[in-house]
């Protein structure tokens, strides 16, 4: 009997502290979203956002993880600041070309283009621009605000 009730509260506890964790998960993924929605417009509130939830996202899954990382570089672009390292935006440029979608791959690679042409590699932040380029399909979908960007940064 104490077998069982050492069960149903370890049961209890799991399915609580997994509750938590996907409602903690949901409130950083809809701030994600709203700073990404307003990256274009105010990308000053976007690094507000970002600045307040990095502690949190640390200990969040890889796609939250990488979301933010992505995103933390876009802001950073556009407010002219220090973006991350290569290697350090690497990773996001690997973990997007394995489970991102076309836009995900499309920014990743041009976000990874303006850290090499920030540190002044301009072939290399070309090689960056071309990838990108080459990853737009004829799809309606594709976020031509990014597809714009790569073009004009190889201009």
């Not at 370890?10 to 998960?25: D, G, I, K, P």
């Not at 939250?64 to 802001?75: E, I, P, S």
């Not at 990874?112 to 042409?117: A, D, E, H, N, W």
């Not at 594709?142 to 940064?153: A, E, L």
Request: contains cysteine.
């Amino acid at each position: 009997m104490c077998s069982r009730t050492f069960i149903s509260l370890f049961l209890a506890l799991t399915v609580l502290l997994a509750s938590c964790r996907n409602e903690q998960n949901d409130k950083i993924i809809n701030q994600l979203s709203h700073a990404d929605s307003v990256i274009f417009s105010n990308p000053h509130e976007s690094d507000s956002i970002l600045h307040l939830i990095e502690s949190d996202v640390k200990r969040l899954d890889m796609d939250v993880k990488m979301r933010y990382a992505m995103l933390y570089a876009d802001v950073k672009n556009k407010l002219y600041d220090t973006m991350p390292a290569p290697k350090d935006f690497f990773k996001v440029v690997e973990y997007y070309d394995e489970n991102g979608t076309q836009d995900e791959k499309i920014r990743s690679h041009y976000l990874l283009g303006c850290i090499y042409r920030d540190i002044g590699d301009a072939p290399e932040a070309l090689k960056c621009y071309y990838d990108a380029i080459n990853m737009v399909s004829d799809s309606a979908t594709c976020n031509k605000k990014y597809v714009m960007c790569v073009w004009g940064q190889m201009a």
